[in-house]
């Protein structure tokens, strides 16, 4: 059997096309991200969700188009470089619990970190101050209502008023009655933790 050369010859590529005349070189990979500084602001609308599931949610964000121009970073926290976002260009930013980002998604907004206070067990949060349009208030109202009226409409109609608690003869969800019923006819929820009968 013939033993195999590696052909060491130059690859060329001969079928490569150029870029075309007037084309622009656009961003890619990981947009950079926006980090609060107490004053610091951006303008942009919301165009995704990443709840980071491949990292087990290490880095839940959500990705900004810049209205306006914004400072961000690329590169670990520690070894950070300054970027400018031009108008147009995409940016990252972490989801903060103080920043509702998700109730806002095609929506453009104005956020500007306010700082920060301390939480139990020596944590932190940010306060950040978040601005929309009068035309964007509505729009959110009315997915709300929206929302709201679809879960209405799923709520069985034998619960009646007072929802999916309520307990035939005005019992509470405490009874320690095991046979109580709810007006369906199926058991109220209770707290595993205050109910022994659950161990």
């Known amino acids: 059997m013939a033993e ?45 969700y990443d709840d980071d599931s491949e990292n087990d ?25 300054e970027v400018n976002v031009n108008s147009g260009e995409l940016f990252n930013i972490s989801q903060y619990v103080q920043l509702p980002l998700e109730n806002y998604m095609g929506c453009e ?29 509505r729009l959110v109202a009315e997915r709300q209502a929206k929302l709201l009226a679809e879960a209405s409409a799923a709520i069985p109609a034998s619960w009646g008023s007072r929802g999916p608690h309520a307990l035939a003869d005005g019992a509470s969800l405490g009874s320690s009655d095991p046979d109580e019923k709810l007006p369906d006819g199926g058991a109220p929820h209770r707290d595993p933790l205050e109910d022994d009968r659950a161990f």
């Open 109 to 137: 907004v104005w956020v500007m970190a306010k700082g920060q206070r301390p939480l139990s067990g020596g944590r932190s949060t940010w306060d950040f101050d978040l601005r929309v349009s009068p035309d964007t208030k």
């Open 57 to 81: 949610g290490a880095f839940p964000r959500f990705t900004i188009l810049a209205t306006s121009p914004a400072l961000c970073a690329r590169g670990p926290a520690d070894d950070q470089v």
């Open 4 to 48: 195999k050369t590696k052909n060491t010859a130059p690859v060329t590529m001969k079928n490569a096309t150029p870029a075309p005349d007037g084309w622009e070189t656009e961003a890619t990979g990981f947009p950079p991200y926006w980090s609060p500084v107490e004053g610091k602001t951006f303008k942009g609308k919301v165009i995704g």
